[in-house]
């Protein structure tokens, strides 16, 4: 009869409703830690073989003008393009481990665990990171792709428009949360030291 009683507590339903959420976001975040790179790949490998529609080239590269033909573009070119890219995948996706962590944890009932902290505090630093990060590719990419394109040839393209002023400041919230997590958690571990 108490299993029975426990099980209908109202303290219990939030904590079923995190848990499910939790275990929910650590397989989505397992799915973009994997589709993240495959998809980069196969995009640029397409882009390697000519067989990358040229509409799905300019949404991919972010060229609305319509600047950039891949069928002027060299295959080195290309893969420096992809090399270029996937080291900024790669330092997403290892933030989002961080995340995943985090969610796993949380799956577990162990939301302020060292290691579910640490996980998102991960996530939060890589997330700030990739603001520049993405500056800089973009800057990159804008002399990869056009070297060898006519009329637009070596051409350097650096911008930091309202959406990346956005990314910034959801970047620099996500590491305030992580540090009040952190002193939340020394607080906490300080506290239990004592008992």
């Not at 939790?22 to 830690?33: E, G, N, R, S, Y």
Request: charge should be positive.
């Amino acid at each position: 009869m108490s299993s029975s009683l426990q099980k209908d507590r109202p303290g219990r339903q939030p904590a079923k409703r995190i848990h499910a959420l939790a275990q929910f976001l650590a397989v989505a975040t397992t799915i973009a830690m994997v589709l993240l790179p495959l998809l980069t790949a196969l995009v640029w490998g397409a882009a390697l073989l000519g067989t990358l529609p040229q509409w799905l080239a300019m949404e991919h590269i972010g060229d609305a003008a319509g600047t950039i033909d891949l069928t002027t573009t060299s295959p080195w070119a290309k893969l420096l393009a992809l090399t270029t890219e996937m080291i900024g995948i790669l330092i997403l996706v290892y933030g989002l481990a961080g995340l995943r962590r985090t969610f796993v944890e949380s799956a577990r009932g162990q939301w302020f665990s060292a290691a579910s902290i640490n996980g998102f505090r991960r996530f939060a630093w890589v997330t700030l990171a990739m603001v520049f990060v993405d500056i800089l590719q973009q800057s990159a990419m804008s002399v990869i792709m056009s070297v060898g394109t006519p009329g637009v040839q070596n051409q350097l393209s650096i911008g930091f428009g309202s959406l990346d002023l956005a990314k910034l400041f959801t970047a620099l919230l996500f590491v305030f949360v992580a540090q009040v997590f952190a002193a939340g958690k020394a607080i906490d571990d300080e506290n239990a030291a004592f008992i």
